[in-house]
């Protein structure tokens, strides 16, 4: 894979900044402090210098960047098919009529969406389905030109449920095929007519299966012409080393869809993804489901994080934006949710050329979220480029000098962090 090319040059600028806990270090041109701002070359919200609240410094090694075609915007997945790298997520919870899936999925893929993700425990393929096949229909779109994710629930991972579920799917959209058939979940629920089977007592039933062989399942879907792709969703590296270490493995998994965002950046397991080169993709991209049971109600929501709002509001955008081209400059592929005809239009500026274009760099932190409750920390979470830079001085807001070198590499970048001890 050739390393990411970017289309301008790095340049340095001395002058004074705000250095105030709380509050952002965007990459201005200031006195005695240096700091770079690529995105002023590109007129937008492309990359920045900035530091997080956070509390420790650490080394970290940048993995080589997914190469994105600039045309349509996908990443080339492993077995030679192309995923958009913005797609439309269908999940409402239950209490939200099935008829406003159908009209958002038609709107989202009016206004230029064309990677739709949907399931079979979203209990809504019928009106996705009908949605894309109307847009076929009126001319809006072919059906090559849609890239269509579903998935396979936790009762049918028993190998000889696999090909019976997908064809389910299939049914229910009134398809030939899916783009990408993904496993939902890394563990096996007793089948059944049940989503979430349980006992008398309300636990839960669970089902022994070995997922590799739910997995050859799964390639012979792909053989069968079922599917084009198959993936994984919710695996952590232990359960992808499975799959990926079976013995007569014919395709590898092509995606890992979990859930990540600033509070959970899962920078690790995107890191190992990469390196198997498997393409990671981000669900609740704006942050949890503020669902109670869910999520602990008490935590900061995403979306009225003070760093989201400091970088909105520099360039002109929301902070919902500002969090999904966070995924798209980490070479992850990221899901927009919104049934609101104003937000699906809004989400998509994070691929026009007022959401910046290009995967320009990663956010690199050191703690699990741009949130923190003290004042005097060090700022441990930091964006910045990889280009061929040798140094660069920061200071902190303590006044801790921090030194930023990139060594280049046959791998890549090398970036170091010094720790505050």
Not at 89 to 115: D, M, N, Q, W
Not at 368 to 389: A, D, E, G, R
Not at 396 to 404: I, S
């Amino acid at each position: 894979m050739e390393p990411l090319q970017l289309p301008f040059s790095l340049s340095f600028g001395l002058g004074d900044t705000d250095t105030r806990a709380g509050s952002p270090q965007i990459g201005c041109n200031t006195a005695n402090k240096v700091f770079c701002d690529p995105s002023g070359l590109r007129g937008v919200a492309a990359s920045e210098l900035l530091s997080f609240p956070g509390r420790d410094y650490t080394v970290v090694r940048a993995q080589e960047q997914q190469v994105m075609d600039p045309k349509s915007q996908r990443l080339r997945l492993n077995d030679g098919h192309f995923i958009p790298v913005l797609g439309f997520g269908t999940y409402a919870p239950e209490e939200v009529p099935k008829s406003e899936a159908l009209e958002a999925t038609k709107y989202a893929i009016e206004v230029g969406f064309r990677h739709i993700d949907s399931a079979y425990l979203y209990q809504n393929e019928e009106q996705v389905g009908q949605a894309i096949r109307s847009k076929i229909a009126d001319g809006t779109v072919k059906r090559e030109d849609i890239f269509y994710t579903s998935k396979l629930w936790a009762t049918f991972l028993r190998p000889e449920l696999v090909r019976p579920a997908l064809e389910k799917s299939l049914k229910n959209l009134q398809l030939d095929y899916v783009d990408l058939y993904i496993i939902h979940f890394p563990v096996a629920l007793k089948p059944g007519e049940e989503l979430l089977p349980t006992d008398e007592n309300g636990k839960t039933l669970f089902d022994t299966v070995d997922l590799c062989r739910t997995w050859e399942a799964l390639e012979k879907c792909k053989d069968a012409g079922l599917t084009k792709s198959i993936g994984v969703s919710n695996f952590n590296h232990q359960q992808l080393e499975r799959i990926l270490n079976k013995p007569g493995l014919k395709y590898k998994p092509v995606c890992n869809q979990v859930e990540c965002h600033p509070y959970l950046n899962q920078s690790k397991l995107l890191d190992f993804c990469k390196s198997k080169d498997i393409i990671p993709v981000a669900y609740s991209a704006l942050g949890s489901q503020r669902v109670k049971g869910w999520v602990n109600l008490n935590h900061p929501v995403l979306l009225e994080d003070p760093v989201l709002h400091a970088i909105a509001k520099k360039h002109k955008q929301t902070s919902a934006v500002i969090a999904l081209r966070y995924q798209l400059q980490r070479g992850v592929v990221v899901l927009a949710k919104s049934y609101n005809k104003k937000r699906i239009k809004e989400n998509l500026q994070v691929t026009s050329g007022a959401g910046g274009t290009g995967l320009l760099s990663t956010i690199l932190h050191g703690s699990p979220s741009l949130h923190s409750s003290s004042q005097n920390c060090l700022w441990s979470k930091m964006s910045y480029l990889l280009f061929p830079v040798h140094v660069c001085l920061v200071y902190t807001p303590n006044g801790f000098l921090l030194l930023l070198w990139h060594q280049e590499r046959q791998h890549g970048w090398i970036g170091l962090r010094l720790d505050r001890k």
